[in-house]
């Protein structure tokens, strides 16, 4: 898995992807943090890294499907995917390993994000007039958003060899666990089961972690779509054995 994991990790900064990737992300956030008027925190005047969660969770829509896109639709339009799995590896080490090689570059490009709650840490009056506890528990809720938006990617990628095909998917996918459910709940015939599927989205369980509260629940609901995002992948390679 590990050798898998190096590889496609390596394959990623080897290319222009994970620089674009990586560069996208920082730009667009930076504009949004510092730049534009309706949300730079410089003319807002309040310190708190609030636009670029806000952000952060589109940008990652549109750039995680992105780099999942070619993990497995690359590999089966190149003729590779049967050398892989004639390979010693179970296909649990192989999905692993791509898995987490696409979501170390996510995190990647959300690290360095960190100086802008160093630079709002120093501008505020007093220094360090920031809710530090809300930062983290948002930094949080984005490697969970990542880490969910790379297992869905990843599956998307295992049911084409075309991998515009795969991106779309991703993306759609995306979204509609995002915000679809968010949309679906507003319907006004749901009546008060609208609060339950409502917590049936992605963004309910983000915006909960947001305010700096870490819930179980909300722990569990990220891990339980992984798992079953990932469980779907698996079942997609085996059934080449059907």
Known sequence: MFAILSKEFNSYL?????????GVFLVATGLFMWVFPDSSVLD?????????FLLAPWLFLFLIPAITMRAFAEERKGGTMELLLTKPLSDTQLLLGKYFA??????FALL???LYYVSVYQL?????NIDSAAVAGSYLGLVFLAAVFVAMGIFASSLTENQIVAFILAVFLCYLVYTGFDLLASIDAWGTASYYIAQLGISYHYNSI?????????????????????????????????
């Open 14 to 22: 080897n290319s222009l992807i994970g620089y674009i990737v990586i």
């Open 44 to 52: 807002y005047g309040y310190a708190d890294l609030q636009s670029v």
């Open 102 to 107: 696409c979501l170390l570059l996510a995190l």
């Open 112 to 114: 360095p994000s960190l």
């Open 124 to 128: 505020g009056d007093p220094v360090g």
């Open 210 to 242: 947001s305010k700096g509260l870490i819930d179980s629940r909300d722990v569990l609901y990220f891990l339980s779509v992984i798992t079953i995002m990932l469980l779907g992948t698996k079942l997609v390679l085996e059934s080449r054995k059907w």
